[in-house]
């Protein structure tokens, strides 16, 4: 079955760096586009970055102003996510989720558990 | 950006209620949405997918509906497992963006 886990998560101070994986199994990764969508403690969820099955449609959240970059790699059925410049902000959940088309134009259908990222002096 | 408002914020509800939950699209999405619940602890779930379209999975107690720029989502006879909250989310244009959530408690 689908299966997705994130890792990558910790503490780590402002204007740090940190960069997050999540591991796919149990599809065909390369035939699905993929998100990031992160949810401050206590609150709702907030749509992060989505990169195409090619990595040729990447799109990101206004907010993320050039700091985050999302990326894949195929072979080795793993989505990534460098977040640069942390801010306290930053601090939240993150999840990888499975879009059900390749472009990512479509909705999620699959989540992983998360990982907790604390950005905090 | 497309904002999403749901409403209420938070319902309170018992077993066996019907409980239905809006979302509002800032500008016409089609039939571009998607309903997740989240518990506690847990990552998002989907359940509802173009606006109407049932998961695999999902009881048929959940069922959603609208168009354009109304959307709800309808819990036939709430049960036990159901106590969450419910994102909407739209899928018409990037950035996504989600609804601001619903709390469904006792």
């Known amino acids: 079955q689908v299966h997705l886990v994130e890792s990558g998560g910790g503490v780590v101070q402002p204007g740090k760096s940190l960069r997050l994986s999540c591991a796919a199994s149990?599809?065909?990764?390369?035939?699905?586009?993929m998100h990031w969508v992160r949810q401050a403690p206590g609150k709702g969820l907030e749509w992060v970055a989505v990169i195409s099955y090619d990595e040729d449609n990447i799109y990101y959240a206004d907010s993320l102003k050039g700091r985050f970059t999302i990326s894949r790699d195929n072979s080795k059925n793993t989505l990534f996510l460098q977040m640069d410049s942390l801010r306290v902000e930053d601090t939240a959940v993150y999840y990888c989720?499975?879009?059900?088309?390749?472009?990512?134009?479509?909705?999620?259908?699959?989540w992983g558990q998360g990982t907790l990222v604390t950005v905090s002096s | 950006d497309i904002q999403m408002t749901q409403s209420p914020s938070s319902v309170s509800a018992s077993v066996g209620d019907r409980v239905t939950i809006t979302c509002r699209a800032s500008?016409?999405?089609?039939?571009?949405l998607a309903w997740y619940q989240q518990k506690p602890g847990k990552a998002p779930k989907l359940l509802i997918y173009a606006a109407s379209n049932l998961q695999s999975g999902v009881p048929s107690r959940f069922s959603g509906g609208g168009s354009g720029t109304d959307f709800t989502l309808t819990i036939s006879s709430l049960q036990p497992e159901d106590f969450a909250t419910y994102y909407c989310?739209?899928?018409?244009?990037?950035?996504?963006?989600f609804g601001q959530g619903t709390k469904v408690e006792i």
């Open positions: 989720a499975r879009d059900v088309n390749d472009l990512g134009d479509s909705h999620f259908d699959y």
């Open positions: 149990g599809f065909t990764f390369s035939n699905h586009a």
């Open positions: 989310q739209q899928a018409n244009s990037f950035p996504r963006t």
């Open positions: 500008q016409g999405i089609s039939t571009w």
